[in-house]
């Protein structure tokens, strides 16, 4: 049962990662006829029916932002950002659709040697027909899985293990898909938490002196956020806070 989890697993991610670089690297697929999928056994090609390889490619396609949330930096760096969108006094700047954006772009920098991993020796080669589907698939996701494990917390990890009945003391490498993404995902929460947390003490710091300052001097009824927000907005600016944000956060994944 594990094995057959595996393998599907390795089927979900391989593909998925193959099918976006391919749209990467040949943008033109009315060029060939359309032929978007083909299995190659060793000595025989197997082509699909256009019909079979669009109803592929949108099942794929349905999965790649699940797979964006999870697998990738892009949770850490979203929840890190709207952190700091708070801390800052700011409800709706920069909107979510410029945080996003930033979060997206960022990751795709960050994971940018697991995608040139991926399309060099799982892409290319079964591009070349020098190795099957399977084994591009399986190529595919050791990139993924190493990128995944560096940033997962042992204690993370161990409790998935509890949580499916496996073994906590499991070798790495045996440890299906399934258990590895939801521990990435807590290790990554609680890792951008922590950035989150030290990217809020400037800011409480101005809130909690200009609060005192304002009830010193009697004015109770004037909200401390309005008369903070521009000294929070100078400070930020004058210390280079986006730079130093992203900085902090490309160098939290070992990138910096």
Do not use: C
Not at 26 to 47: C, I
Not at 93 to 98: A, D, G, L, Q, T
Not at 190 to 202: H, R, V
């Amino acid at each position: 049962m594990l094995l057959r989890t595996n393998a599907l697993h390795r089927w979900l991610v391989g593909g998925i990662l193959l099918i976006l670089l391919s749209l990467l690297a040949q943008p033109a697929l009315a060029d060939s006829g359309l032929t978007f999928l083909t299995v190659n056994d060793g000595q025989s090609e197997q082509e699909y029916s256009v019909k079979l390889q669009i109803l592929l490619l949108m099942t794929a396609l349905s999965f790649l932002p699940a797979f964006i949330l999870m697998a990738t930096s892009f949770t850490r760096i979203i929840v890190v950002l709207a952190i700091l969108r708070q801390a800052l006094g700011l409800q709706q700047s920069p909107p979510n659709r410029v945080l996003i954006g930033i979060a997206l772009s960022l990751s795709i920098l960050i994971m940018r040697p697991v995608w040139s991993d991926i399309y060099e020796h799982a892409f290319v080669p079964y591009d070349q027909g020098e190795i099957t589907l399977m084994q591009a698939f399986t190529t595919a996701e050791k990139p993924v899985r190493n990128f995944m494990l560096a940033q997962t917390q042992r204690n993370s990890l161990e409790q998935m293990l509890r949580i499916a009945n496996e073994p906590v003391d499991s070798n790495v490498e045996e440890i299906s898909f399934a258990i590895v993404l939801p521990a990435f995902v807590i290790s990554e929460l609680k890792t951008a938490f922590q950035i989150g947390f030290m990217l809020f003490i400037p800011f409480l710091i101005i809130d909690l002196v200009v609060a005192s300052v304002l009830m010193a001097m009697g004015m109770m009824m004037l909200s401390p956020l309005i008369v903070s927000l521009p000294f929070k907005l100078v400070v930020f600016v004058l210390v280079d806070g986006w730079a130093m944000t992203v900085g902090t956060l490309s160098a939290s994944f070992g990138t910096g």
